[in-house]
């Protein structure tokens, strides 16, 4: 008997254990409970500049030179002032359809460690090193490449090396019932000519699912594993330089997101939206380190409205092996984060309702 219960017992780890790996991938749900440790963040300082009005996003570098991101109303889409003097340094990215002008921009700042940053178009990608765009007093471009339309266009790109890089498709969607078969993430070449300016997926996919489908990509900078975080299901996958999955955080609300088929007479594809009108935000912009990323969490499930007051974001401090070392409680709605070299300060894009302005604030962590 005493043999039989034994034989029973791991027949059960067997069974447990593969319900979590299969494939060397693993599974792991987790909740708030599971982190090391939990911060309070309040009261913050508030960074004033002078004669700012149409930011739409703030980006620290190097821990002294801060990246404005301006809408359209701007005749310039990037601003860079000193953190150290609240002074202006330049306007960049001119609002024009003329040589070296631009007719849209958007920054991406990986990490406030590096000196690299890019920016991106309607159709190209640009490079951008800051220190020598300071020395040059002009966007320095050390690359530029038209990208594949497949690419979401609210989405980050990654860059394993000088001659490709990783890109989310705007065509896929974690449901099986409105599948336009494609894979998430895919490798693209930046030398190869093929990114024309049409979308011929448009003509053999389905369902139009950008607007609930958007995520974050995520390069480790280390081995160059691939992280996306998900910015409406509170999941994050993790995948090897051959996009293959090794590990899924899915947490820590275990949203149960449906959608629903809304179909127009002015479009030949439906379009996929969330069921009953429901909103769900998860995961958000994040700062890399070299042992752990941090990241915005929204935590977002309600009822869509165009204006509402915005709630408190939290911060999570994951370890690049996927452990949970801090989550960081806010006391307000957090757009972008930039976490000082030393790690003990946090800027922060912050709006506190939908029809209210962006502002900066410091955090002491």
Known sequence: MKKLSSFLFVCLIIVLSSCTQNNGEKYIHFTRADFKTTVNLSTPETIILSDIKYAKAYHVMKDSILLISNSGKSPYFIEIFSLNTRERILKLALKGNGPGEFLSCDIYVPSNDQTFFYIRDQRKI????????????????????????????????????????????????????????????????????????????????????????????????????????????????????????????????????????????NSPISYVNFMQDNEFRSYGGCDQKDDYLYIIYKGVNRKFSTKQELQSSEIFKIGWNGELLCNYKMDRNINTISITSDNRYMYCTCRDSTDSDIYLVKYKL
């Not at 090193?129 to 530029?144: A, C, G, I, Q, W």
């Not at 000088?162 to 894979?183: A, E, L, M, Q, R």
């Open 126 to 265: 640009y490079t951008i090193d800051l220190d020598s765009t300071l020395e040059h007093k002009k966007l320095y471009v050390t690359n530029s490449f038209r990208y594949n339309p497949e690419i979401h266009p609210y989405s980050e790109v990654c860059f394993p090396d000088s001659i490709s890089y990783f890109g989310y498709n705007k065509w896929y969607i974690n449901d099986s019932t409105f599948s336009n078969h494609v894979p998430a993430v895919k490798r693209y070449s930046i030398l190869k000519s093929d990114n024309t300016n049409s979308d011929e997926s448009e003509d053999y996919n389905k369902f139009l699912v950008w607007a609930v489908n958007n995520a974050h990509l995520i390069m480790n900078p280390k081995n160059k594993q691939l992280w996306l975080a998900s910015a409406h299901q509170d999941i994050i996958q993790i995948f090897n330089d051959s996009l293959e999955l090794l590990k899924t955080l899915h947490g820590p609300d275990n949203f149960n997101v449906k959608y629903e088929l809304i179909k127009s007479n």
